[in-house]
């Protein structure tokens, strides 16, 4: 029965990375676990439809940040901070980089608009990389970094999602943890990405590109810049109201559900935004945040068949006998394994309910603590977000920075954020789960 998990774990990794639709890949992964191990096909779709609701909480969540972020770009308020960076800057190359890092963390906690930021704040500023030359690979690093390292590390807007599942899901496996501790598990695989984040603008990329010099390949972004002066007006206010009130919501309560639906009604209450615009900002922001919904949805399903079918057991006994005693080497693996799944997936939030059922019992059955499984579940769930192809937070930088063709997506933004992110996490997230 121990195959059952591998060969459906593999089998959802190579349907990824030959671009099949990820959700698709994998309800046709959980299906095909559920027919190794024996059961009818009616019965394998009963239990994957039946578990999806693990995932629900996550999944509205995510519906109702993407309307969130929708509202707050409709009001055009970070058009000011588009151009108060361009009067700034005037040629401080790391001050920049720095505070490009610096807001996509916002995105992610303070206002969790996600990558729905990045059409409007890197196009405007291309024009002045190229004036200063500077190499477009540490912007998308910047980007990256700010995109990933707050859900990492911080219980705020998205980070509150990626570990209250870390959470739950250890919790649903039968191992007791708060939220507390795993913010605290976390802290050491982040300090790696800071590392990384330093090393790229500090060593790798600190020598000037010039990209006159540069053919455009491949077809242009269609984003279109706007470069009407900003005014603060009324509506921006009101925005900012809804924004802190949505955050202040959050910390309290520890529900992102309640922090995102707080802030978007008072977008509508305080009329930042028209009420008659409410369909359309749904519409968009379900377009932008719905399939990561379904996916969170989907991968809930997958993991319960795995457990429920017995084979996550077998897969415990197996390892356990073969790599008995030999924690290192069980951590590495179990790492490697993590960064396999999310690199074919694109996203660390779906990969973690299917992890979560795989990590608990083995790393339990190695003699970890209930802090190193917490490291390992959530290290390894974030591994291969950045650098994967698939990743939301490597499309979304691309999708900035190649506005005039000039960017690749794999050499230019995949390569270079797993080179800086993937291995310092896999280095600090392992060495974390043999101190603690």
């Given at each position: 029965?121990?195959?059952?998990?591998?060969?459906?774990?593999?089998?959802?990794?190579?349907?990824?990375?030959?671009?099949?639709?990820?959700?698709?890949?994998?309800?046709?992964?959980?299906?095909?676990?559920?027919?190794?191990?024996?059961?009818?096909?009616?019965?394998?779709?009963?239990?994957?439809?039946?578990?999806?609701?693990?995932?629900?909480?996550?999944?509205?969540?995510?519906?109702?940040?993407?309307?969130?972020?929708?509202?707050?770009?409709?009001?055009?308020?970070?058009?000011?901070?588009?151009?108060?960076?361009?009067?700034?800057?005037?040629?401080?190359?790391?001050?920049?980089?720095?505070?490009?890092?610096?807001?996509?963390?916002?995105?992610?906690?303070?206002?969790?608009?996600?990558?729905?930021?990045?059409?409007?704040?890197?196009?405007?500023?291309?024009?002045?990389?190229?004036?200063?030359?500077?190499?477009?690979?540490?912007?998308?690093?910047?980007?990256?970094?700010?995109?990933?390292?707050?859900?990492?590390?911080?219980?705020?807007?998205?980070?509150?999602?990626?570990?209250?599942?870390?959470?739950d899901n250890m919790q649903e496996n039968g191992l007791e943890f708060t939220l507390t501790e795993v913010t605290?598990?976390?802290?050491?695989?982040?300090?790696?990405?800071?590392?990384?984040?330093?090393?790229?603008?500090?060593?790798?990329?600190?020598?000037?590109?010039?990209?006159?010099?540069?053919?455009?390949?491949?077809?242009?972004?269609?984003?279109?810049?706007?470069?009407?002066?900003?005014?603060?007006?009324?509506?921006?206010?009101?925005?900012?109201?809804?924004?802190?009130?949505?955050?202040?919501?959050?910390?309290?309560?520890?529900?992102?559900?309640?922090?995102?639906?707080?802030?978007?009604?008072?977008?509508?209450?305080?009329?930042?935004?028209?009420f008659r615009q409410g369909e359309e900002v749904m519409s968009k922001g379900i377009g932008m945040m719905g399939?990561?919904?379904?996916?969170?949805?989907?991968?809930?399903?997958?993991?319960?068949?795995?457990?429920?079918?017995?084979?996550?057991?077998?897969?415990?006994?197996?390892?356990?006998?073969?790599?008995?005693?030999?924690?290192?080497?069980?951590?590495?693996?179990?790492?490697?394994?993590?960064?396999?799944?999310?690199?074919?997936?694109?996203?660390?939030?779906?990969?973690?309910?299917?992890?979560?059922?795989?990590?608990?019992?083995?790393?339990?059955?190695?003699?970890?603590?209930?802090?190193?499984?917490?490291?390992?579940?959530?290290?390894?769930?974030?591994?291969?977000?950045?650098?994967?192809?698939?990743?939301?937070?490597?499309?979304?930088?691309?999708?900035?920075?190649?506005?005039?063709?000039?960017?690749?997506?794999?050499?230019?933004?995949?390569?270079?954020?797993?080179?800086?992110?993937?291995?310092?996490l896999l280095i600090f997230g392992w060495a974390a789960s043999l101190i603690l």
């Amino acid at each position: 029965m121990a195959f059952v998990v591998i060969a459906s774990v593999l089998l959802m990794v190579i349907l990824s990375l030959l671009k099949v639709n990820v959700l698709v890949a994998i309800v046709i992964s959980g299906l095909s676990a559920g027919l190794m191990s024996g059961l009818s096909l009616g019965d394998t779709v009963s239990m994957f439809v039946e578990n999806m609701g693990g995932s629900a909480n996550t999944a509205l969540s995510y519906i109702l940040l993407g309307g969130f972020a929708v509202a707050i770009s409709y009001t055009g308020i970070t058009k000011g901070l588009v151009q108060f960076l361009r009067k700034a800057v005037k040629g401080k190359r790391v001050f920049m980089l720095v505070a490009i890092a610096l807001i996509a963390s916002l995105s992610q906690n303070a206002v969790p608009v996600h990558i729905a930021f990045v059409p409007i704040l890197i196009p405007p500023l291309i024009a002045l990389f190229d004036k200063m030359q500077m190499d477009r690979r540490a912007v998308a690093t910047s980007l990256v970094f700010g995109l990933k390292a707050p859900y990492v590390v911080l219980p705020v807007g998205f980070g509150l999602i990626f570990q209250g599942i870390i959470r739950d899901n250890m919790q649903e496996n039968g191992l007791e943890f708060t939220l507390t501790e795993v913010t605290q598990a976390m802290l050491i695989p982040g300090l790696g990405m800071v590392v990384g984040l330093l090393f790229a603008i500090f060593v790798t990329y600190r020598k000037k590109r010039d990209y006159s010099q540069i053919q455009p390949s491949g077809a242009p972004s269609t984003i279109e810049v706007d470069d009407e002066p900003f005014q603060f007006e009324r509506k921006h206010f009101m925005t900012l109201i809804a924004i802190v009130a949505a955050l202040a919501v959050q910390i309290i309560t520890e529900e992102m559900v309640l922090g995102a639906l707080t802030g978007l009604l008072l977008m509508f209450i305080l009329v930042a935004v028209p009420f008659r615009q409410g369909e359309e900002v749904m519409s968009k922001g379900i377009g932008m945040m719905g399939m990561i919904a379904f996916i969170m949805l989907a991968a809930s399903g997958f993991g319960e068949v795995l457990k429920q079918t017995g084979s996550v057991e077998a897969l415990v006994n197996a390892s356990s006998n073969l790599l008995k005693g030999n924690q290192a080497l069980i951590a590495l693996i179990l790492l490697l394994v993590g960064l396999l799944i999310t690199m074919g997936i694109g996203t660390s939030f779906g990969t973690i309910p299917i992890i979560a059922a795989l990590y608990v019992p083995i790393a339990t059955a190695a003699g970890f603590s209930p802090m190193a499984i917490a490291v390992l579940i959530g290290t390894a769930g974030a591994l291969g977000d950045a650098g994967s192809p698939a990743s939301d937070s490597t499309l979304g930088a691309t999708a900035g920075l190649n506005v005039d063709g000039k960017h690749n997506h794999i050499w230019d933004t995949c390569v270079p954020t797993f080179i800086h992110f993937n291995i310092p996490l896999l280095i600090f997230g392992w060495a974390a789960s043999l101190i603690l």
